[in-house]
């Protein structure tokens, strides 16, 4: 099992930044990826970015070039630093870990979100 704790949400003001933290714990070995997911109310749950063991990233093209995701393996724990924030980003955001097992099987652990909310 992984346990993921997400923290670092918030209410910010359209052209603001926050920084989302999300720790890993428990069997975090042979976790390939992890990624940042939002859902906004009656949407589904989206990719915003991506981040591969090797440090390979990936991100939602309405975001590029606004959001960095990156990791800190020592800490275990994946960022998602959000600058120049629009109303539209509003969401609850998800952390994602990924593990394939030794037969390829994929196993995904989510965290419980947190809540960004950006103000016009």
């Known amino acids: 099992q992984v346990q993921l704790v997400e923290s670092g949400g918030g209410l910010v003001q359209a052209g603001g930044s926050l920084r989302l933290s999300c720790a890993a714990s428990g069997s975090i070995f042979s976790i390939n990826v992890m990624g940042w997911y939002r859902q906004a109310p009656g949407k589904q749950r989206d990719l915003v970015a991506a981040?591969?063991?090797?440090?390979?990233?990936d991100y939602v093209d309405s975001v590029k070039g606004r959001f960095t995701i990156s990791r800190d393996n020592a800490k275990n724990t994946v960022y998602l630093q959000m600058n120049s924030l629009r109303p539209e980003d509003t969401a609850v955001y998800y952390c994602?870990?990924?593990?394939?097992?030794?037969?390829?099987?994929?196993?995904?652990?989510w965290g419980q979100g947190t809540q960004v909310t950006v103000s016009s």
């Open positions: 994602k870990a990924r593990k394939t097992n030794q037969i390829g099987i994929l196993y995904d652990y």
């Open positions: 981040i591969t063991s090797g440090g390979s990233t």
